[in-house]
């Protein structure tokens, strides 16, 4: 059974930084694509970044591209999402996605029913 589990959220000032993990057990992950994705209250979740396993291909949401990064660590199974420059819109629940686990990535997808496991989230808010 895949488990996602998040961690490094918090509250941090405009302008600030934060790192977010997400550390992948339950099977070997060397192909298929990890995402994150956002949900703020009252809004649909979002895509941010995604990052596939063989070959570290990443993909930016518009909003996000130039202020936050998206890393792998392939021998410890974990996801990063390097976030600076924060704004208060950035502010939401981020959740892990792992898709097409064992499978060759063609397209990454930014669409939240591509992807088969999730994390619990970890909530970030950003204060003006």
């Known amino acids: 059974q895949v488990q996602l589990v998040e961690s490094g959220g918090g509250l941090v000032q405009a302008g600030g930084s934060l790192r977010l993990s997400c550390a992948a057990s339950?099977?070997?992950?060397?192909?298929?694509?990890m995402a994150w994705f956002c949900q703020a209250p009252g809004k649909e979740r979002e895509f941010v970044a995604a990052i596939t396993w063989s070959g570290g291909r990443t993909v930016y949401a518009d909003s996000v591209k130039g202020r936050f990064t998206i890393s792998r660590d392939s021998a410890k199974s974990t996801v990063y999402l390097q976030m600076n420059s924060l704004k208060p819109e950035d502010t939401a629940v981020y959740y892990c996605?792992?898709?097409?686990?064992?499978?060759?990535?063609?397209?990454?997808?930014?669409?939240?029913?591509?992807?088969?496991?999730w994390g619990q989230g970890t909530q970030v808010t950003v204060s003006s």
């Open positions: 339950g099977r070997s992950f060397s192909s298929g694509v």
């Open positions: 996605a792992a898709g097409r686990l064992g499978n060759r990535v063609v397209r990454v997808s930014t669409s939240p029913p591509s992807y088969d496991y």
